[in-house]
């Protein structure tokens, strides 16, 4: 008889443990996919930055970009 009510006490206790694991499982992967979603949208971001900056480099001139013409002769170093 005690046997049966340790292993009934044992069993509740096990059960319950193991629905604390699961809930804490569900927890952690909820975590997980909410880190995946994210590095997504900043992969979708990077690449759209990227397509934007290769698509508006052709139209870009010099003045824009405020790059000197180095005349013949002179030297790519700085005035002092």
Do not use: C
């Not at 975590?31 to 995946?36: G, I, P, Y």
């Not at 990227?50 to 480099?57: E, F, L, N």
């Amino acid at each position: 008889m005690s046997q049966s009510i340790f292993k009934m006490r044992n069993s509740r206790a096990t059960a319950q443990q193991l629905a604390k694991m699961r809930e804490e499982l569900a927890i952690i992967g909820e975590k997980e996919r909410v880190l995946r979603e994210r590095s997504a949208t900043r992969e979708v971001y990077r690449y759209l930055l990227d397509a934007h900056r290769v698509a508006a480099w052709p139209t870009a001139d010099e003045d824009v970009l405020n790059i000197p013409q180095i005349g013949k002769g002179e030297s790519n170093q700085l005035a002092v």
